[in-house]
T-cell receptor
C-alpha cells in the first residue's frame, strides 16, 4: 500500500518570501505520479503542480516548483514570492495505476502568508 | 464547459436519516471517484465507479454506504442511518477514461454533511 506523509501540520511565512513544504512517500512501484493540491478556505481542490516519476527534471509552474528526489522518496513544494492568496491547506498526493486509479493524499500542511 | 457539479453544497441530517449526495462529472468524463475529508484531515478515497460499474470500493465503510453511477444521470453516494461520525466533506472527482496512463481527476466543490 502507498503512504504519503506530510510532517509539517502548519507553516507561516511573510509575504514575498519563499517557503518549502515537505512530503515523503512510500511505494515499491517505479512508475507513478506525484501532485500538490491547494485547498483554500472555499475548500475547492485545486491542482498546483504534478510530477511524473520517470521524468528527472523537476516540474515548475510559475512561482511553484518541486524538488523531486526519487531515491529518497521525497517531493517538496517551493513557493517563491509568496502572496496572500497562497494561504491555504496544501496536500501532497500520489497516484499509481494498479487497475484502480485512486489518489492517496497526505494529511496536509496549513500555510499562512503573513502580510 | 462546466466543471464537476456536486449538490447539495451543504446538507444537514439528523441521526438515523438518509443522506444522498449527487455528482455530475465533467462532459466527456466517464470515471467518477468519491473521497471523504474528515475535519482537519486529508482526503480519503472511498469508491471509484465507471458507468454502471463499481470498479473499486475498497475505501467504503462496509455498512450504510453505497454508491452508484447509472447510465443516465449523476453519480449518487448514499449514506443510510447517518451517525455523527459521518459529518465530513464529501468530494467527487471525474476523469476521462484511459488505461495505464494518468488522466487528471477534476474535483467538484464538495458537499459538507453535518449530522445533528
Amino acid at each position: 500500500a502507498q503512504t504519503v506523509t506530510q510532517s509539517q501540520p502548519e507553516m507561516s511565512v511573510q509575504e514575498a518570501e519563499t517557503v518549502t513544504l515537505s512530503c515523503t512517500y512510500d511505494t515499491s512501484e517505479s512508475n507513478y505520479y506525484l501532485f500538490w493540491y491547494k485547498q483554500p478556505p472555499s475548500r475547492q481542490m485545486i491542482l498546483v503542480i504534478r510530477q511524473e516519476a520517470y521524468k528527472q527534471q523537476n516540474a515548475t509552474e510559475n512561482r511553484f516548483s518541486v524538488n523531486f528526489q526519487k531515491a529518497a522518496k521525497s517531493f517538496s513544494l517551493k513557493i517563491s514570492d509568496s502572496q496572500l492568496g497562497d494561504t491555504a491547506m496544501y496536500f501532497c498526493a500520489f497516484w499509481v495505476n494498479f487497475g484502480n486509479e485512486k489518489l492517496t493524499f497526505g494529511t496536509g500542511t496549513r500555510l499562512t502568508i503573513i502580510p | 464547459n462546466a466543471g464537476v457539479m456536486q449538490n447539495p453544497r451543504h446538507l444537514v441530517r439528523r441521526r438515523g436519516q438518509e443522506a444522498r449526495l449527487r455528482c455530475s462529472p465533467m462532459k466527456g468524463h466517464s470515471h467518477v471517484y468519491w473521497y471523504r475529508q474528515l475535519p482537519e484531515e486529508g482526503l480519503k478515497f472511498m469508491v471509484y465507479l465507471q458507468k454502471e460499474n463499481i470498479i473499486d470500493e475498497s475505501g467504503m465503510p462496509k455498512e450504510r454506504f453505497s454508491a452508484e453511477f447509472p447510465k443516465e444521470g449523476p453519480s449518487i453516494l448514499r449514506i443510510q442511518q447517518v451517525v455523527r461520525g459521518d459529518s465530513a466533506a464529501y468530494f467527487c472527482a471525474s476523469s476521462k477514461p484511459g488505461q495505464g496512463i494518468y488522466n487528471e481527476q477534476f474535483f467538484g466543490p464538495g458537499t459538507r454533511l453535518t449530522v445533528l
